[in-house]
């Protein structure tokens, strides 16, 4: 249904990819990585070990001069490479448990109209993709390994309208959009949903690499396609710094699921994440207490019921997770690899008393750990910063893919 009601818009997202000689400008680009993971336990105090292509993506940008139209469009293999999802303690959401899910196979559709070249700019923005809430997508930060916040954080792959104005420092975006989330790799958003979920950021920027962020969202019926199951009103602050090398950013989220004015939930997220670059190694490192949901498992102990009822819940867990990471790049004939390792250590607590869920004897132990090394991959033009669109982008939206910032020196 959506896609025949929807098609013509996403047509026109990929026609516009042809390039018109001496006035737009086509960019295209692949990236994916190669990953291997060890968590210990993983589940029932058994040692998984795992590898995997994960993330692979085909990119494409096609831009007028001076970028009054953009299109942007990315496809995502994880359906094919990431059936069973990946290895990833705490990170929940689509029906996985402790694996993040892979995402749709058309994961940005967005085509952008910008108007006005002085201190006050305008831009328009449809097609499926990136909603105006929270903070950057994890796919364009340091690490590989997603943090346990990620469906606190930001909202993606929805049918979308926004609009944002820029003007001086500022920038504000609102947007409509459907509600429910993909269940499927292959799955498109509800065409008779679209516009029942709302959005509205607001963006303050310096000339030197500080941002300043708050969002807040209104998302009717996540977990239930066909709608008449809690809603989430949503909430994000972070402050963000990138220059000479360094990155750092902190955040905020909240959740709050019920019904109309009423709350049966609330979770709540903090991170705080940084990296620096010495020579030619990239440090990372990345703390985060965040409360999660624990559902009804299914027979596969990494999968919950789709959709699940309001019933389902059975607990709330607080994660508290303290990341390292090391990367370094390389670079021949365009395509760019940059190896890196990874660990990470959990500590899931029960914060609800009675709990049905108790994470020393599922897990096997009070303390997680998880070893993840392997091989960004990439060639070509990459997304950094996915999500922002139009005047809410910045000139740093085509870097290189973390891990690879040392490519230009």
């Given at each position: 249904?959506?896609?025949?009601?929807?098609?013509?818009?996403?047509?026109a997202?990929?026609?516009?990819?042809?390039?018109?000689?001496?006035?737009?400008?086509?960019?295209?680009?692949?990236?994916?990585?190669?990953?291997?993971?060890?968590?210990?336990?993983?589940?029932?105090?058994?040692?998984?070990?795992?590898?995997?292509?994960?993330?692979?993506?085909?990119?494409?940008?096609?831009?007028t001069?001076?970028?009054?139209?953009?299109?942007?469009?990315?496809?995502?293999?994880?359906?094919?490479?990431?059936?069973?999802?990946?290895?990833?303690?705490?990170?929940?959401?689509?029906?996985?448990?402790?694996r993040?899910?892979?995402?749709?196979?058309?994961?940005?559709?967005?085509?952008?109209?910008?108007?006005?070249?002085?201190?006050?700019?305008?831009?328009?923005?449809?097609?499926?993709?990136?909603?105006?809430?929270?903070?950057?997508?994890?796919?364009?930060?340091?690490?590989?390994?997603?943090?346990?916040?990620?469906?606190?954080?930001?909202?993606?792959?929805?049918?979308?309208?926004?609009?944002?104005?820029?003007?001086?420092?500022?920038?504000?975006?609102?947007?409509?959009?459907?509600?429910?989330?993909?269940?499927?790799?292959?799955?498109?958003?509800?065409?008779?949903?679209?516009?029942?979920?709302?959005?509205?950021?607001?963006?303050a920027?310096?000339?030197?690499?500080?941002?300043?962020?708050?969002?807040?969202?209104?998302?009717?019926?996540?977990?239930?396609?066909?709608?008449?199951?809690l809603d989430?009103?949503?909430?994000?602050?972070?402050?963000?710094?990138?220059?000479?090398?360094?990155?750092a950013?902190?955040?905020?989220?909240?959740a709050?699921?019920?019904?109309g004015?009423?709350?049966?939930?609330?979770?709540?997220?903090?991170?705080?994440?940084?990296?620096?670059?010495?020579?030619?190694?990239?440090?990372?490192?990345?703390?985060?207490?965040?409360?999660?949901?624990?559902?009804?498992?299914?027979?596969?102990?990494?999968?919950?019921?789709?959709?699940?009822?309001?019933?389902?819940?059975?607990?709330?867990?607080?994660?508290?997770?303290?990341?390292?990471?090391?990367?370094?790049?390389?670079?021949?004939?365009n395509?760019?690899?940059?190896?890196?390792?990874?660990?990470?250590?959990?500590?899931?607590?029960?914060?609800?008393?009675?709990?049905?869920?108790?994470?020393?004897?599922?897990?096997?132990?009070?303390?997680?750990?998880s070893?993840?090394?392997?091989?960004?991959?990439?060639?070509?033009?990459?997304?950094?910063?996915?999500?922002?669109?139009?005047?809410?982008?910045?000139?740093?939206?085509?870097?290189?893919?973390?891990?690879?910032?040392?490519?230009?020196?």
């Amino acid at each position: 249904m959506f896609l025949a009601r929807f098609k013509g818009l996403l047509i026109a997202a990929l026609l516009v990819a042809a390039p018109v000689k001496g006035s737009a400008q086509v960019a295209v680009g692949a990236s994916g990585i190669l990953l291997g993971t060890v968590a210990a336990p993983g589940v029932d105090d058994r040692t998984l070990a795992e590898g995997y292509m994960t993330q692979p993506m085909l990119m494409a940008t096609y831009s007028t001069r001076g970028g009054m139209f953009v299109a942007d469009l990315t496809a995502n293999f994880e359906g094919i490479t990431l059936e069973r999802g990946e290895l990833n303690a705490g990170v929940h959401g689509e029906g996985y448990v402790d694996r993040r899910h892979p995402h749709t196979y058309l994961h940005e559709a967005v085509v952008t109209w910008t108007l006005g070249k002085r201190s006050t700019r305008f831009s328009a923005s449809a097609g499926k993709g990136f909603v105006p809430f929270g903070t950057d997508d994890p796919m364009s930060r340091p690490f590989v390994k997603y943090p346990v916040n990620h469906h606190l954080a930001q909202l993606l792959e929805r049918a979308l309208i926004s609009g944002a104005v820029a003007t001086g420092p500022l920038v504000v975006e609102v947007a409509a959009f459907n509600g429910d989330e993909p269940d499927s790799p292959s799955d498109m958003p509800n065409w008779d949903r679209f516009g029942d979920s709302w959005a509205a950021r607001l963006t303050a920027r310096s000339g030197r690499g500080i941002e300043l962020q708050a969002s807040m969202a209104r998302v009717e019926s996540p977990e239930q396609p066909s709608g008449g199951g809690l809603d989430h009103r949503m909430s994000s602050v972070s402050a963000r710094f990138e220059s000479g090398g360094r990155y750092a950013l902190a955040e905020f989220a909240r959740a709050k699921q019920g019904e109309g004015a009423s709350t049966s939930f609330t979770f709540d997220s903090f991170l705080a994440e940084g990296s620096v670059n010495v020579k030619r190694v990239t440090l990372s490192g990345r703390a985060e207490r965040t409360e999660r949901p624990e559902e009804e498992r299914a027979l596969n102990l990494f999968r919950t019921p789709r959709p699940h009822s309001d019933l389902s819940i059975i607990g709330q867990t607080r994660w508290d997770v303290l990341s390292a990471s090391a990367s370094t790049t390389f670079e021949r004939r365009n395509v760019k690899a940059a190896p890196f390792i990874e660990i990470s250590t959990q500590h899931p607590r029960s914060i609800t008393s009675p709990s049905v869920f108790d994470p020393g004897t599922f897990y096997g132990a009070s303390r997680l750990w998880s070893f993840s090394f392997g091989v960004r991959l990439g060639a070509g033009m990459t997304h950094n910063r996915m999500g922002r669109y139009g005047v809410a982008a910045t000139p740093k939206m085509q870097m290189p893919m973390p891990g690879m910032e040392h490519m230009d020196e």
